[in-house]
């Protein structure tokens, strides 16, 4: 069902969705296309987006667009630009959910995962952020999602640096959200926890956690409710709200320790 909220803010305007193929970002693109905003659908396999193209295109009698790009590489950020506003295409919507992470202590990680992680969560996002915010802030309307996530809000062993960089993303989030407020622009961060996602098989698998898990559609649902009415950031998961809270009272060092034996391998136990 099409949220009202979603229909009265973008319905007919232009959404740009990075990592559209699966998960969050699939889910967001179906709950736009359920209230009537045409998509612009990026990832790196074509074949998935032409599917879901195809699908929302038909069934919800709306405009399509794919474009294959691997954030990996940094001049993708700017092809996408060239592609949608540069040609044209207004985009009223940009929905920062292109990441991943990888699961493991940092000194035996994969070099090359760990670069192109801050590559994509983080530099992707302040490039294609400040290519599109511009021509938002011309318009006097617009809006900006940046998916973070619960981890953003402490330190997080054995997956450290996805964890700062989602902290980086929340705290980019708020702050040009403040900037940008007096121009009717929104940006709101996104910290979802636990979701159906292909997060862990890209991560890897994290034996020992126990955490229920909450579908994607109501993580992007939430989400983009509270992008449109422009709350600063969403935690769409309520025990991630509780924890976020009760950290408030805990010293830092309590707080990571704790995480490191929430997170700590099976074989280092």
């Not at 074509?46 to 919800?60: K, Q």
């Not at 996002?125 to 599109?132: A, E, G, K, P, Y």
């Not at 950290?247 to 320790?257: A, D, E, I, K, Y």
Request: net charge positive; charged share 20%; proline share 3%.
């Amino acid at each position: 069902m099409a949220s009202a909220t979603l229909r009265k803010a973008w319905q007919g305007k232009w959404a740009l969705v990075t990592g559209a193929s699966a998960g969050i970002g699939e889910a967001i693109a179906v709950e736009l296309a359920q209230a009537g905003v045409n998509l612009v659908l990026t990832a790196r396999r074509r074949e998935r987006l032409d599917l879901l193209a195809e699908r929302l295109r038909t069934h919800h009698s709306i405009q399509t667009q794919v474009l294959v790009a691997d954030l990996i590489q940094s001049g993708a950020p700017q092809q996408i630009f060239d592609a949608t506003e540069g040609a044209g295409l207004q985009v009223d919507v940009l929905v920062n959910n292109a990441g991943f992470g990888e699961y493991g202590e940092f000194v035996s990680s994969r070099m090359e995962m760990q670069v192109n992680m801050v590559q994509v969560n983080c530099a992707a996002v302040v490039h294609l952020t400040r290519l599109f915010l511009p021509r938002m802030i011309e318009r006097r309307q617009g809006a900006v999602m940046i998916v973070a996530s619960t981890a953003s809000y402490q330190p997080v062993p054995y997956m450290a640096t996805y964890a700062a960089t989602k902290a980086f993303d929340r705290f980019l989030a708020e702050a040009v959200a403040e900037e940008v407020k007096r121009y009717g622009v929104h940006v709101s961060a996104l910290c979802p926890g636990p979701t159906e996602s292909e997060f862990n098989q890209v991560a890897g698998t994290r034996n020992n956690d126990k955490r229920k898990v909450q579908s994607a559609e109501q993580v992007a649902r939430q989400g983009l409710e509270g992008l449109a009415a422009g709350k600063r950031w969403v935690l769409p998961y309520f025990r991630g709200r509780l924890q976020v809270f009760a950290q408030r009272f805990f010293p830092r060092t309590f707080v990571t320790g704790t995480a490191e034996r929430m997170f700590r391998p099976r074989s280092r136990q």
